[in-house]
């Protein structure tokens, strides 16, 4: 009784030891994503600025991002990186590759090109994370600062810490879950999101309209746009790893790749005059607000997405799903006789969700950006989505796949096999 009483306790301990290193966390996450993210927004805004000039210096830009990773990356940059550090699998994330997401996602931005921010800001919190944990003499505390930290990274960045908390867990497999990843991650998410906004990161939030109240009668409306939605994010899955195998067979010097790219990418961008540049937040607005939006605005701007990163660019993919499930949505909507405005609501959230093969993390998205009266329906089409993706993922996931009888089973073998055996 009294090992019990002293587990216990020793246990308590534990977690709140882990919450309060996950407020830690938090606040140093949050602070720097909140700088992060204000630099991406000003790198943007003044790269569209002088599109007609900066658009031309894409190629050398990704010729100095291909050089940085390669003189100083040697250890492993990019979320599969980070996965692999969060499971045990690599040594650490180091904190230099929290500089090269800031260098390169800024001047992929500044230049003009078609990425995200999300991988940028969720490397920069799991590089923290392992920063703080390496220095914590407690077993598995950098694995566990690492999620913590993505988690922050993800909060502070689109103002969303219940998905943020989600999606890591779901993302890395934390194995179980271990409460004290959760226990971190929780606190480390919530306090990113506040510290963020104090850094004056802003979040949109959409006033949305037009929601049908829930019946039997939309059930089919909403199952069938569920499957054009989870075969959009199994298309990028193909696209963005088919991208990467072939400019890598096709040109095998990295930096005559990425020349050659940019240059492509370049021309492309100046004929289309920048709609699909940057993170793609002016084809999300256009979806949500009813303006025009073309029938294939969704599949350049994923064209234009896997072609960068699959070439060496930094950035990410997130907000490129959410403006290709808006513009998608839009334009089925009045075929599914739902409004654009709510198919836009559910695309942007479920082709996230098909596309990172995660599928409570778009439902809660859903809810935090556009408000709670869309659980029902987020809930049945991002389920639907989920399961028309047959399995795939944009981010080399493993998957833990032993139910709970196979490992009673090893269990009692294990046990087993230390009793002696029976003579004969």
Same mark, same amino acid.
């Given at each position: 009784?009294?090992?019990?009483?002293?587990?216990?306790?020793?246990?308590?301990?534990?977690?709140?030891?882990?919450?309060?290193?996950?407020?830690?966390?938090?606040?140093?996450?949050?602070?720097?994503?909140?700088?992060?993210?204000?630099?991406?927004?000003?790198?943007?805004?003044?790269?569209?600025?002088?599109?007609?000039?900066?658009?031309?210096?894409?190629?050398?830009?990704?010729?100095?991002?291909?050089?940085?990773?390669?003189?100083?990356?040697?250890?492993?940059?990019?979320?599969?990186?980070?996965?692999?550090?969060?499971?045990?699998?690599?040594?650490?994330?180091?904190?230099?590759?929290?500089?090269?997401?800031?260098?390169?996602?800024?001047?992929?931005?500044?230049?003009?090109?078609?990425?995200?921010?999300?991988?940028?800001?969720?490397?920069?919190?799991?590089?923290?994370?392992?920063?703080?944990?390496?220095?914590?003499?407690?077993?598995?505390?950098?694995?566990?600062?690492?999620?913590?930290?993505?988690?922050?990274?993800?909060?502070?960045?689109?103002?969303?810490?219940?998905?943020?908390?989600?999606?890591?867990?779901?993302?890395?497999?934390?194995?179980?879950?271990?409460?004290?990843?959760?226990?971190?991650?929780?606190?480390?998410?919530?306090?990113?999101?506040?510290?963020?906004?104090?850094?004056?990161?802003?979040?949109?939030?959409?006033?949305?309209?037009?929601?049908?109240?829930?019946?039997?009668?939309?059930?089919?409306?909403?199952?069938?746009?569920?499957?054009?939605?989870?075969?959009?994010?199994?298309?990028?899955?193909?696209?963005?790893?088919?991208?990467?195998?072939?400019?890598?067979?096709?040109?095998?010097?990295?930096?005559?790749?990425?020349?050659?790219?940019?240059?492509?990418?370049?021309?492309?961008?100046?004929?289309?005059?920048?709609?699909?540049?940057?993170?793609?937040?002016?084809?999300?607005?256009?979806?949500? +607000?009813?303006?025009?939006?073309?029938?294939?605005?969704?599949?350049?701007?994923?064209?234009? +997405?896997?072609?960068?990163?699959?070439?060496?660019?930094?950035?990410?993919?997130?907000?490129?799903?959410?403006?290709?499930?808006?513009?998608?949505?839009?334009?089925?909507?009045?075929?599914?006789?739902?409004?654009?405005?709510?198919?836009?609501?559910?695309?942007?959230?479920?082709?996230?969700?098909?596309?990172?093969?995660?599928?409570?993390?778009?439902?809660?998205?859903?809810?935090?950006?556009?408000?709670?009266?869309?659980?029902?329906?987020?809930?049945?089409?991002?389920?639907?989505?989920?399961?028309?993706?047959?399995?795939?993922?944009?981010?080399?996931?493993?998957?833990?796949?032993?139910?709970?009888?196979?490992?009673?089973?090893?269990?009692?073998?294990?046990?087993?096999?230390?009793?002696?055996?029976?003579?004969?």
């Amino acid at each position: 009784m009294q090992g019990k009483k002293t587990e216990f306790l020793s246990s308590v301990g534990e977690t709140a030891v882990y919450a309060m290193l996950g407020l830690a966390v938090g606040l140093a996450v949050g602070a720097v994503v909140g700088i992060f993210g204000k630099g991406v927004e000003f790198f943007t805004d003044f790269g569209i600025a002088h599109f007609d000039l900066y658009v031309w210096f894409l190629p050398a830009v990704g010729i100095l991002t291909v050089a940085m990773g390669k003189l100083w990356g040697k250890d492993g940059i990019g979320m599969a990186a980070a996965f692999r550090a969060s499971r045990g699998e690599e040594e650490g994330f180091p904190l230099r590759n929290a500089l090269f997401q800031f260098a390169g996602t800024w001047s992929a931005h500044l230049f003009c090109a078609s990425v995200g921010r999300e991988g940028a800001a969720i490397q920069i919190g799991a590089a923290i994370g392992n920063g703080i944990g390496r220095t914590i003499p407690m077993r598995g505390a950098d694995r566990n600062l690492i999620v913590a930290g993505m988690a922050a990274g993800f909060s502070a960045l689109f103002g969303t810490p219940v998905c943020a908390l989600v999606f890591v867990l779901e993302v890395t497999v934390v194995g179980g879950i271990r409460l004290r990843a959760l226990t971190a991650s929780a606190v480390s998410s919530f306090t990113a999101y506040f510290v963020a906004g104090l850094c004056g990161l802003s979040h949109s939030e959409p006033v949305i309209g037009n929601i049908p109240s829930f019946s039997l009668s939309i059930i089919p409306s909403l199952f069938a746009i569920g499957v054009c939605f989870g075969l959009t994010g199994l298309l990028f899955c193909v696209i963005r790893k088919s991208a990467g195998l072939f400019f890598r067979s096709a040109i095998k010097n990295p930096y005559v790749r990425v020349a050659a790219a940019g240059i492509l990418l370049s021309c492309l961008l100046w004929l289309t005059s920048g709609r699909y540049s940057g993170l793609g937040t002016n084809l999300i607005e256009a979806a949500l +607000t009813g303006e025009k939006v073309y029938a294939f605005d969704w599949l350049v701007k994923i064209l234009f +997405t896997a072609v960068t990163l699959s070439v060496g660019f930094l950035g990410g993919e997130v907000t490129t799903f959410f403006a290709a499930g808006a513009c998608l949505g839009a334009v089925l909507g009045n075929t599914f006789g739902l409004s654009p405005e709510l198919a836009a609501c559910l695309g942007y959230a479920a082709v996230f969700g098909a596309a990172t093969n995660t599928l409570f993390a778009p439902i809660f998205l859903c809810c935090e950006i556009f408000g709670g009266d869309l659980i029902v329906h987020a809930t049945i089409v991002c389920i639907v989505a989920y399961l028309f993706n047959f399995g795939h993922s944009v981010y080399n996931q493993t998957r833990i796949r032993e139910d709970i009888v196979t490992r009673v089973v090893r269990r009692i073998g294990t046990k087993s096999s230390d009793l002696p055996l029976k003579k004969q």
